[in-house]
């Protein structure tokens, strides 16, 4: 059975960092291109950034290029999100999700499986 569980989201500072992880289970993530949305409340979900089969390639919404990275580890069958430089706007519900089209889609309705999220709050 496909399940995706993220975890690593907490309360950070402005200009802090946080590290989310995605473990999958059912299937490898090598095979898949997985990524990472968010969404704020009153807000509809918005693509964060993805990553190909076999982890060639990325791709970021502009508002996070620069400052987040995404990677994975076969070996640990995870894929991660690195945050740096992190701003209030940055607050949301962060999922990972495993798409069934090609490329790195931005659109929700392209990934069949979701996690159940995890808060990030960026505050002083």
């Known amino acids: 059975q496909v399940a995706l569980v993220e975890s690593g989201g907490g309360l950070v500072q402005p200009g802090g960092s946080v590290r989310l992880s995605c473990a999958a289970s059912?299937?490898?993530?090598?095979?898949?291109?997985i990524s990472w949305f968010r969404q704020a409340p009153g807000k509809e979900r918005e693509f964060v950034a993805g990553?190909?089969?076999?982890?060639?390639?990325?791709f970021y919404a502009d508002s996070v290029k620069g400052r987040f990275t995404i990677s994975r580890d076969n070996a640990e069958n995870t894929v991660y999100l690195q945050m740096n430089s992190l701003k209030p706007e940055d607050t949301a519900v962060y999922y990972c999700?495993?798409?069934?089209?090609?490329?790195?889609?931005?659109?929700?309705?392209?990934?069949?499986?979701w996690g159940q999220g995890t808060q990030v709050t960026v505050s002083s």
């Open positions: 059912g299937f490898s993530v090598d095979y898949y291109v």
């Open positions: 990553i190909s089969r076999g982890g060639g390639s990325t």
């Open positions: 999700a495993k798409a069934r089209a090609p490329g790195i889609p931005v659109l929700t309705t392209l990934y069949d499986s």
